[in-house]
Nanobody, 115 residues
Framework: QVQLVESGGGLVQPGGSLRLSCAASGIGFSLNAMGWYRQAPGNQREWVAT???????NYPDSVKGRFTISRDNARNTVYLQMNSLKPDDTGVYYC?????????WGKGTLVTVSS
């Protein structure tokens, strides 16, 4: 059974930093691309970052240069380092992967950027 468990969310002031973690189980972690998405209140879920099994990464322009996705295959964990946070970064952040054509999501962790 595939499980994705996020942690690390919280309240942070604008300009601050947070690091999110996603612990994965039930998949061949090192073989899977992993991603982060977020959903702000009243908005659709949007893509934030992806890391391939080759460790190559991709980001939308909205977070490029501020967010960094990384992975530790020995710990079956993917991370999202978020710097220079803005109020628009507020939302629930979800871990994501696809295995054998099936999409999996974690339950999310809430990030609030506010003074």
């Amino acid at each position: 059974q595939v499980q994705l468990v996020e942690s690390g969310g919280g309240l942070v002031q604008p300009g601050g930093s947070l690091r999110l973690s996603c612990a994965a189980s039930g998949i061949g972690f090192s073989l899977n691309a992993m991603g982060w998405y977020r959903q702000a209140p009243g908005n659709q879920r949007e893509w934030v970052a992806t890391i391939q099994r080759t460790f190559s990464t991709n980001y939308p322009d909205s977070v490029k240069g501020r967010f960094t996705i990384s992975r530790d295959n020995a710990r079956n964990t993917v991370y999202l380092q978020m710097n220079s946070l803005k109020p628009d970064d507020t939302g629930v952040y979800y871990c994501h992967t696809v295995r054998s054509g099936v999409t999996y999501w974690g339950k999310g962790t809430l990030v609030t950027v506010s003074s």
